[in-house]
């Protein structure tokens, strides 16, 4: 196991995150207790220390059951993370009942990583918010030795994290982005980890492999990597695109079963990291994956001021892209939720005038009636 340091310590490179745990027929609430206590053991036996759940994953079970598997071991032994579930609006005045619930299911007397959960459009306001509280008493348990190492997580754009930096920043010391080499530069990764990079704070990796989206490529794609690297499986080069970037310290996997931890194991045996060769190749294969998906807006804003409604078009075409590219999932709904009803994908009318001046020639209209259907399911 290769290890990264981090101020004092001596962090595992590869972390086991904990949402993805084996369930029970199906059911994310069921986690397979036996399983997971399997998966631990395996992860303890062979070097990884870090281990990341949180308020929300497998219906609140999450934390139990790994603070049931960890108990087994001592304290000294491991680094432990959860994270103030800032996600739902309805938890922000529950900063001090939800982190001595934390404690409890998590059987610590402290957490050694803790994490606003989830800076985003949706609740950047909330988190601001002095009335809540919420930064000033997680200071205050850091001040009382119950945190050790205070950060966040964020799935927001790169304005979001700008705006939660200018509050907080000076006492963050680590942050959580997606990272991948699809996200690179589809979800502006790059840009996240270039804005902490002026920080001064490291950068934590979720969704390494895109919920598995990474794992397999087509098989041109495959074959052009194996080309560069013969005896490197497919999904080891996403770990390998991280270990290329410097200002990365901890690579959080939500392994769900004991192949997928021996693989990511085996990988983090050593640093292989690319050379401009191999980045170049891999973040080609990546503009071709979502290029298949989504439509080509660079963002020139002509459209813009030819909307009569007024909507940030660019904006929404990029949540059209990553909602249409996931197929699905949280972020898009998640982001326009902090946008008015009035300036939502639903209130074009379809006039077609900002197509008249858009240099890609994308039919905005028939993309927003589409986004509309997809949102609704």
């Known amino acids: 196991m290769v290890y990264r340091e981090f101020q004092d310590l001596k962090l595992s490179g590869l972390g086991m995150g904990a949402m993805r745990l084996p369930v029970v027929e199906g059911d994310d609430g069921k986690i397979d207790q036996q399983k997971a206590f399997e998966m631990v053991d395996y992860a303890m036996a062979h070097g990884i220390n870090y281990y990341d759940t949180a308020w929300g994953y497998h219906g609140g079970n999450s934390e139990l059951v790994m603070g049931k598997a960890l108990a087994r071991y001592p304290r000294e032994k491991?680094?432990?993370?959860?994270?103030?579930?800032?996600?739902?609006?309805?938890?922000?005045?529950?900063?001090?009942?939800?982190?001595?619930?934390?404690?409890?299911?998590?059987?610590?007397?402290?957490?050694?990583f803790y994490l606003f959960h989830n800076a985003c459009e949706m609740n950047i306001d909330a988190y601001l918010d002095e009335k809540y509280g919420i930064?000033?008493?997680?200071?205050?348990?850091?001040?009382?030795?119950?945190?050790?190492?205070?950060?966040?997580?964020a799935h927001g754009s790169v304005e979001v994290m700008k705006r939660f930096l200018e509050a907080y920043g000076k006492d963050m010391e680590f942050c959580q982005i997606q990272l991948n080499?699809?996200?690179?530069?589809?979800?502006?990764?790059?840009?996240?980890?270039?804005?902490?990079?002026?920080?001064?704070?490291?950068?934590?990796?979720?969704?390494?492999?895109?919920?598995?989206?990474?794992?397999?490529?087509?098989?041109?794609?495959?074959?052009?990597?194996?080309?560069?690297?013969?005896?490197?499986?497919t999904v080891a080069w996403a770990f390998r695109f991280l270990?290329?970037?410097?200002?990365?310290?901890?690579?959080?996997?939500?392994?769900?079963?004991?192949?997928?931890?021996?693989?990511?194991?085996?990988t983090f045996e050593e640093d292989r990291?690319?050379?401009?060769?191999?980045?170049?190749?891999?973040?080609?294969?990546?503009?071709?994956?979502?290029?298949?998906?989504?439509?080509?807006?660079?963002?020139?804003?002509?459209?813009?001021?030819?909307?009569?409604?007024?909507?940030?078009i660019p904006s929404l075409l990029a949540l059209y892209n990553e909602h249409s590219f996931t197929q699905g999932g949280f972020i898009a709904p998640m982001a326009l939720s902090a946008v008015p009803e009035d300036k939502r994908p639903n209130a074009c009318i379809g006039c077609r005038s900002c197509e008249a001046v858009c240099p890609q020639q994308i039919k905005v209209s028939e993309v927003m009636t589409d986004f509309v259907s997809k949102l609704e399911g």
Request: some cysteine; overall charge negative.
């Open 78 to 112: 491991f680094y432990l993370a959860t994270k103030f579930p800032g996600y739902d609006l309805s938890n922000m005045d529950k900063v001090k009942e939800i982190f001595e619930k934390q404690l409890e299911k998590c059987q610590v007397e402290y957490f050694d």
């Open 135 to 153: 930064y000033q008493y997680l200071m205050e348990q850091k001040k009382a030795g119950r945190i050790r190492h205070l950060g966040f997580s």
């Open 181 to 233: 080499y699809l996200d690179w530069t589809f979800q502006d990764a790059r840009g996240k980890v270039e804005l902490l990079k002026q920080y001064g704070i490291p950068v934590w990796v979720m969704e390494p492999v895109r919920g598995g989206r990474l794992v397999s490529l087509a098989a041109a794609d495959e074959e052009k990597l194996h080309a560069l690297r013969p005896d490197e499986k």
């Open 243 to 266: 270990q290329t970037i410097p200002e990365v310290k901890m690579v959080l996997s939500g392994m769900s079963n004991m192949e997928q931890m021996q693989e990511n194991i085996r």
């Open 273 to 312: 990291p690319l050379n401009k060769e191999e980045m170049d190749t891999l973040l080609s294969i990546a503009d071709g994956m979502t290029k298949k998906t989504t439509v080509p807006c660079t963002a020139c804003h002509y459209c813009v001021s030819h909307c009569p409604q007024g909507l940030d």
